[in-house]
């Protein structure tokens, strides 16, 4: 049941701690700096040339960012939306690993995609919620994110441990590809290991119910973000109007000037996210929307400049830019909930949203 909480989607924001410590419980061996991921032999993906990523709605984010993490590390690799494979896949060969990221492991989407990359000789594997699933039994490897069952149709806890074990898992093809560890992955290791506490931090403090109810009769919702920020803005964006039925769009930081200004007035707050990947660029696209008179909210630790020019503050802990998204990310997804709690919106079943979606 939901307990003391009064929806399935607020216990499962809550449960993020424990249900990452799971995913990551005997998996990141500190030792051995080459195996960030023990789930897989030493050089299990020595000969992957590059890295195709599937996956549909809040999935394709985490691959997304799975994909952009694994481009820095320095391997080939791109995430495409399920749904588009038929239509617009790039060429696979047998160096070719594509890895279909479903929580549910049924996505109808995701499955033909997996089917199609399978026919045409990639390599496969599957990032999944559940075991013995479809696309677990059909991958050629499985990684579990043994986040446990999730009620609420807006996925929350499984976005978030998928987004974490995608990171391991980059590190591992790339440390294998390279056939040695990527230049940051021994500062990585540590706060992976300490991302349950820095949830725990974030859940304790949120200001999010306050910057909810401030903003709550605006007219339109825009998140921004670059380099692992950016698919943490797409997300917002979709929990956004999955579960309030506002307008809300996520961009990256730079593009607001190439259109998406022109929707830019005081009735549009913009919630900027801070990775520590060039985040000055992100603060001066948030500051051309506040000349425009947006509303500006920087997700960031609290020593960060765009506190100073920023109109609100969501915090998080300093960490890792490989990771500080995420934590971001949980700020938004109670910004999410407690806007759609001040609507009286039923936010574990919104309309015409199916959990596990079986139809191309
Ligand atoms: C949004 C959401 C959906 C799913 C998508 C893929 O909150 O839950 O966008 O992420 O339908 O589902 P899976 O991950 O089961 O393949």
Known sequence: GKGEYDHFMLKEIHEQPTSLAQAIEGRIDTRNDRIALSDFEPGTFDDVESVQFVACGTSYH???????????????????????????????????????????????????????????????????????????????????????????????????????????????????????????????????????????????????????????????????????????????????????????????????????????TPDTPVFAIFTGQEDEKTLKNAEEAQTRGAPVVAVCPDEHAAVAVADEHLAIPDTNAKLAGLLANVQLQLVSYHAADLLDRPIDKPRNLAKSVTVE
């Open 62 to 264: 985490a691959a997304l960012y799975g994909s952009l993490g694994l481009n820095q590390a320095g391997v080939r690799s791109t995430a495409l939306l399920a749904n588009e494979y038929s239509v617009s896949a790039p060429p696979v060969d047998d160096d070719t690993l594509v890895i279909a990221v479903t929580q549910s492991g049924e996505t109808a989407d995701t499955l033909n995609a997996l089917r199609q990359a399978t026919a045409e000789g990639a390599r496969t594997l599957t990032v999944t919620n559940v075991v013995g699933s479809t696309a677990a039994r059909e991958a050629d490897d499985a990684l579990f994110i043994r986040a446990g069952p999730e009620i609420g149709v807006a996925a929350t806890k499984t976005f978030s441990s998928q987004a974490v074990m995608l990171t391991l898992l980059c590190q591992r093809i790339a440390a294998d590809r390279q056939g040695e560890p990527p230049a940051d992955l021994e500062s990585l290791l540590p706060a992976v290991e300490s991302m349950p506490s820095a949830l725990d931090e974030v859940l304790d403090s949120s200001d999010a119910a306050a910057i909810a109810r401030q903003y709550d009769d605006s007219q339109s919702y825009f998140f921004i973000g670059r380099g692992l920020g950016f698919p943490v803005a797409l997300e917002g964006a979709l929990k956004f109007k999955e579960i309030t039925y506002e307008h809300a769009e996520g961009f990256a930081s730079g593009e607001l000037k190439h259109g998406p200004l022109a929707l830019v």
